[in-house]
């Protein structure tokens, strides 16, 4: 909380080049990217860091094989070659993963003319991945049993990525990679309204937790509001080429389905899309896609009804999913770019490929739509647009993304072999410990191994399944700007996606949990997440 007061601080005291506004992935590597080339950044959101459609994804980053179909084919190829350095920038975040597709008898085609579709995908991924493969039904059931091949008339393997932890803590760590080169940023701290003066902008802001307000100056303003950037340029009376449809995905989250770490994919009965997606122990399967007019939107009872239809349809299970075997859900809205008109077009057939609207005048940018697998390319083209409205760069050729070097990473597994630290990775962890911290904090991985060093208590398991040391909740306190209980379960970990929060209430180790992200205002926030679980069950 303290690094978190201190930057309020800030914005209120400082001058910037600019000011981004919104913290999901677009406004994320905004920042990121403009602050390590050299600009003075500050990063405001009005909820917290990934808090709407990047903690709502499918934690896949793919090359958009599907619009394919849509004969998009610069748009699959940009993508591809967008997700292939993605992979190459963060080889223990993005990883390959299969994708295991059926089609059923009646589909609109053959599968063979389909599987056609995945080998031109292979060759404008330019080969990156293995190699995709046709399966009849009867090698679809021996690949995963658990397929219902009844009325397969046969599929494919092929291959894309996926986010091994969860879409917000990817979207997160370039928020902190921010912070690290000395952006000023503070989550749960809204922009009420702006004006521009004299060449500046002045945002009135205000502290959601404190109701306090100040004001920050800035050269330029980024609206990167997500599903709320028309709004945020109503409010502010910016007009735009382009707006926004909204698409609602809602996910469940259940036990473990599959024997195989693959991707499921299928169609589902409304001719869609449909994933059953590993996550550990347990599955996520989903998605719906439903025009809806509001982008604060909340999952139905329709809304589950057609998931576990599909995949009790799609299945062989044992014995029906229902609404008892739920233990988590994500829900929220694809922001989908449009230009011109008030939302009339064939919103279907959109894609998620980003637009960005500038106003060189007063030095006001909108980005719109977009996804994870292209976010290095909109973080550099960002980079771009603010040159071109006169802010300079010092550092324009510095790199921004990516992991830290070899040397680095040595440094921290040799460091975690002195500790013995693998020998301490719980019995039902799928991963080796020294894997799992490099790959959520990086260089700041070696902060985890000095508490574990002055204190080998701080490595053990704080809460039961939960993956989770004191000492990343101690390294979590002090950097990631925990600022409810729900920060740390839904977005910084993937607690709250894994296990069910009357679990999580009734667990020991969430007193303790508490204790160390919040201090003497531990009940307070303990006693504000289970108001707020309970309202909501």
Known sequence: MLLRQTNIQKLSEQEFDVLVVGSGINGAVAAAALKRKGAKVALIDKGDFAGHTSSNSSNLAWGGIKYLENHEYLLVNKLCKSRNHLMRSYPSTVKEIRFLTTLQKGFRFPAWFVYIGTVLYWLMGRFFTQKPTFL??????NTESVIDVSNAQGGFEYSD?????NDARFVFNFVRSAMDNGAVVANYVGATATKREQGFWTTEACDVISAKTFSIKSKAVINACGPMVDLFNEQNHQKTEHNHLFSKGVHLIVNKLTSVDKVLAFFASDGRLFFVIPMGQKTCIGTTDDQV?????TVTEADRTFILDNVNALLDLEKPLTRADIISERCGVRPLAVKGGKGE??????SRKHAIDVDQDKQYMSIFGGKLTDCINVGEEVC???????????ERDKIWYGESSAQIKAEFEYRAKLLNLDA?????????LTTRLWRRYDIHALQILDEIQRDPSQAGQLMKNAEYLRAELHYAARREMITKLEDFLRRRSKIEMVLRKEDIISTPGIIEACEILFGDEADEKRNEYIKKARESA
Request: glycine letters at 2%; a negative charge.
């Open 136 to 141: 009849t039904a009867k090698e679809i059931k």
């Open 293 to 297: 007019e509001n982008p604060a939107t």
């Open 345 to 350: 077009a064939d919103w279907v057939q959109l």
């Open 384 to 394: 771009e647009l603010i040159e071109n409205m006169g802010i300079a760069l010092p």
């Open 424 to 432: 301490m990775t719980p019995e039902y962890s799928s991963e080796k």
């Open 161 to 165: 990525a996926f986010l091994y932890d």
